[in-house]
């Protein structure tokens, strides 16, 4: 399935293709205050339509995510980063998707806080 989702002011915009059959809700510092709840897929399955200049970063701690943001809404879309095997992985938050029942997505509870 192929989701369209964006941070609340559009400034950032993506579509995103696979299976959503879960999702993760973790309480490390970062995942505890955004309170996003994230679908993990192959990098190359999300893909940005607007430009990329119009997505902020933010690293911490061990430098390997790189948490994704809007500077204008600060509207926290996705992260990005490698997986144990190298490849790509985008870690969606599944809250600006569009037209997602969020009652009908199950979610694992991430214990980030003791990792």
Known sequence: MLYKGSCHCGNI???VEGDLTGAMACNCSICSRKGSLLWFVAGEKMKLLTPPENVSTYTF???VIQHRFCAN???????EGIDPKGNLMAAIN???LEGLDL???AVKYFDGRSS
């Not at 809404?73 to 992260?79: D, F, K, S």
């Open 13 to 15: 915009a993506f579509e």
């Open 61 to 63: 701690n061990k430098h």
């Open 94 to 96: 599944i809250r600006c």
């Open 73 to 79: 809404c600060g509207i926290h879309t996705h992260g």
């Open 103 to 105: 009652d009908t997505v």
